[in-house]
């Protein structure tokens, strides 16, 4: 009698180790396909991920969460490798799956929604993109809370949508949210908010306000700099932004103040259309933006490089940036340090020449005795002592 308890106990349990086996082995071809995407060996990851997903297909049913972890591993690599075609059904696949075990409203299924989105948007599905981030944010928003940082990312997304389409004042809304939202929960140098604040800069740049786009990304330079050092690639293509929107802030200015003749010279157009007051830039200084009041100190240089008090240290604004000091500071400085195209290196050398002439002739002139006779006979002086 107890042998055959045994046996029962046994032809019971083994099913349940199988599982146990299969499951250990699925979660290692998970963290091996991880390890070769990280190293960029997409291939390889890709291999990986395919055997886990038959792997948990077979063992755990095509309904398991952990089939649609899987399917959501291997479109991730195949969006490195921008087989987008062939990502969005996983993704699909993903998102009925996490519907079906958690109901529409979850946050889970926001997060799908947003990875297939994404998906959509870089195979320029667009709308149905638009529509699936508007869903996502939908359902954080009711199941979060309208401050939850999952909200950034989304609310980006659909800002950069807004931008392509015109809609500056929603863009530049959504940007808003997106970048206090992830002030209110991140460390002042995190670079999620470099992203935002650059971000923000780029729109204000299409609105053409330099001035404005110059100050956003100067706080976006200002945490990479904090972040990585001067000379991490990161910070060297912020600064290279920066110095683009610099130049672009200096030419809209000269074309301002400068004549009608030398814009069209230059065919440009001369309306003066550029930059708004700093008045009218979002205001970060609500709770949401500055909740530590903290300053962000800027070393010159890698912090791992073992900086000491003596070395030179910026000090910027927390949160609540004052964008109008930031602006005025780059007025001062920007048409001093940016470089000037080749034309207009030849208008500002033709007026130089052209009142070095005036002003000789004009002391020429003012000179008692000196008129064209005293000139002809100097001229004839000259012939004769060659």
């Given at each position: 009698?107890?042998?055959q308890?045994v ?6 349990t ?21 390890s ?14 395919a ?23 291997l ?101 808003t949210?997106a ?7 991140l ?19 299409e609105m053409?306000?330099?001035d404005d ?20 690639p ?21 074309g ?28 970060l200084?609500?709770q ?55 034309i ?10 052209a ?20 000139v ?11």
């Amino acid at each position: 009698m107890n042998f055959q308890a045994v046996v029962v106990v046994l032809i019971l349990t083994v099913p349940y180790l199988s599982v146990a086996g299969d499951e250990q082995v699925w979660k290692d071809l998970i963290r091996e396909s991880h390890s070769l995407h990280n190293q960029k060996q997409y291939e390889r990851a890709v291999d990986k991920a395919a055997q886990a997903l038959s792997l948990a297909e077979r063992s755990f049913g095509s309904g398991d969460l952990r089939v649609a972890s899987t399917l959501k591993q291997l479109a991730y690599v195949y969006s490195y490798q921008r087989r987008y075609p062939e990502s969005i059904p996983l993704l699909r696949r993903a998102l009925d799956i996490t519907e079906t075990n958690y109901g529409p409203n979850h946050p889970e299924v926001a997060a799908v929604l947003s990875s297939l989105a994404r998906h959509l948007g870089n195979n320029n599905e667009r709308d149905e993109a638009q529509q699936l981030y508007r869903r996502a944010v939908d359902i954080r928003e009711r199941a979060l809370g309208p401050e939850h940082l999952d909200l950034a990312y989304d609310l980006m997304a659909l800002a950069r949508y807004a931008q392509l389409g015109k809609e500056y004042a929603q863009a530049e809304s959504l940007h808003t949210r997106a970048l206090k939202i992830r002030i209110k929960h991140l460390k002042p140098d995190h670079g999620w908010i470099a992203e935002s604040w650059s971000a923000l800069a780029r729109l204000y740049l299409e609105m053409e306000r330099y001035d404005d786009a110059v100050a956003a990304q100067s706080r976006a330079l200002a945490i990479k700099i904090t972040r990585h050092g001067a000379q991490h690639p990161n910070t060297k293509g912020y600064r290279a932004t920066l110095k683009q929107m610099q130049a672009a802030s200096a030419r809209h200015r000269a074309g301002v103040k400068g004549s009608g003749f030398r814009e069209a010279a230059m065919g440009k157009p001369t309306d003066g259309s550029g930059s708004t007051t700093p008045a009218q830039l979002p205001n970060l200084s609500s709770q949401a933006a500055g909740e530590s009041g903290k300053s962000i100190q800027i070393r010159h240089g890698s912090q791992n490089a073992g900086t000491t008090e003596n070395d030179p240290v910026v000090s910027l604004p927390g949160a609540d940036l004052d964008f109008s000091e930031l602006a005025r500071e780059f007025r001062g400085l920007k048409l001093v340090f940016d470089p000037i195209g080749p034309i207009e290196a030849l208008f500002y050398v033709f007026i130089v020449l052209a009142l070095v002439r005036v002003f000789v002739r004009a002391r020429k002139m003012s000179t008692p005795g000196f008129d064209v006779d005293t000139v002809q006979d100097m001229n004839y002086k000259r012939r004769v002592k060659r």
